[in-house]
């Protein structure tokens, strides 16, 4: 049933979406939109619902239910938004690709374990289903209506979709520690008067 709700509403949808919003004389108004169409993305993928609750769960609360949906929420849109850039300004993937990766590699250094394996599960769930089913054809339409070519500028986007969440719950790793080391610090010096 949905696969059949794939073929006949989404993906046409999406596609024909895509070629209307790039053909248009101000399709700069793709960045904005794609934030919020990557927003909408991640609340509606049912995977990313699970993670956030078994997350929520693991943690006993330190890493919200709210906290991790905003986080992908926004990693998501960033995503989009920058493939939408890069088609615009014909530019390629590897120029984001390769330093968000080696971002997200050297944020696995340095923050807390948790943070590292639920950042990369959450990849993996961002770039799921709905991600397959409307991004994909919307940035073949976006990429059509451009003149680009579909095979090297719009399917690099899922690439993107998938690195973003690491990096966002990473740097959400990074507020943590920082505030547990301000926690610790004011404990100490409490202690000490």
């Known amino acids: ?11 046409p949808a999406a596609k024909y979406l895509g070629e209307s919003m790039g053909a248009l004389s101000f399709n700069w108004i793709l960045i904005p939109l794609c934030v919020i169409i990557g ?12 993670l956030t609750k078994q997350v929520e769960e693991t943690t006993s609360g330190a890493i919200s239910r709210n906290m991790m949906l905003v986080g992908m929420a926004i990693g998501v849109g960033l995503a989009i938004s920058l ?11 590897w120029w984001l690709l390769i330093p968000g990766y080696a971002l997200s590699l050297i944020l696995s250094l340095i923050v807390p374990d948790i943070f590292v394996g639920i950042g990369y599960d959450s990849g993996g769930v961002a770039a799921g289903a709905m991600s ?13 209506s451009l003149g680009g070519n579909v095979i090297t500028d719009a ?7 998938a690195m973003m969440p690491p990096i966002t719950v990473q740097v959400m790793g990074l507020i943590y520690k920082a505030k547990l080391k301000r926690a610790e610090a004011a404990e100490l010096l409490a202690e000490e008067h």
């Not at 049933?1 to 993906?11: D, E, T, Y």
């Not at 493939?83 to 993937?93: G, K």
């Not at 397959?132 to 059509?144: N, Q, R, S």
């Not at 399917?155 to 979709?161: A, C, L, N, P, Q």
């Open 83 to 93: 493939a939408i850039v890069r088609m615009l300004v014909d530019s390629s993937f």
């Open 1 to 11: 049933i949905f696969l059949a709700g794939v073929n006949i509403g989404f993906m």
């Open 39 to 50: 927003a909408c993305v991640v609340m509606a993928e049912p995977a990313v619902h699970v």
């Open 132 to 144: 397959a089913a409307f991004v994909l054809p919307f940035t073949i339409g976006v990429c059509t």
């Open 155 to 161: 399917f690099g986007v899922v690439g993107m979709i």
